[in-house]
């Protein structure tokens, strides 16, 4: 089957893994881009970061009464918009391991250039479900990516999922949210995490409920400092405290 499938492979000229167009092999051969993946030049020039000193927001916009971690920072880089949206749909929808490693060192290389520091770097744990129907975390891929940028070691298993949470896209109100998200995590007992630096990492951001909750039990576990490290989200406000 192998040989059948680079067979065709050959005779068919590649498409673009996320918009489905014709790419120039040129193009994939100068990014090196892992596994089979395809981007087009038009796909790869629509991947424009945000300004240096637009990529640190606030986690919560707006941080509830007795919050333990009011002003945890998050780095996001990217607009959920245009490729990014279509990507981590293909992502997601189409199982597409080899564009999850892609994106994880695109970002791994900007959290490089922007200097982020930590001890450890925790993914956002996929509920079992989930992990079933895709056979991979995306945010355990981006964060072995970063790894491999910043030299910081991931622990896949410090954050457990304490029960299953509906989609937060299938929720509408933003309290809703917060509620669905309330005791989703705990750490793993066998893990003595005082006084660590950690970076939570995720694909995306939607309200920034997900990464606090992360947050808040690791900080309650005795780290000593929490960020949020995504690749997209669609969050507009600006941390002027950067991490
Ligand atoms: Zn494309």
Redesign the pocket.
Known sequence: MGILKDAVSLLLPPV?S??G?L?DTSDRMKMKLPGDLV??F??LSRMVPEDKDRRWLLCLSNPYIGDPIPSMPLYMPFRYEGFFKDAIASVKFKKDRDLAVFLGSVLGKLAQEDNITGDIIVPIPLSHERQKQRGFNQALIIAQEMSKKLHIPVAKDILIRTRDTLRQSELKMDESRASNMKDAFAVAPDWDISGSRILIVDDVVTTGHTLHEAGEVLTRAGALSVAGIVLCGNRYVKNDDPF
Do not use: G, Q
Request: charged residues 20%; hydrophobic residues 35%; contains cysteine.
């Open positions: 673009c996320v918009c167009k790419a981007l087009c038009d796909c």
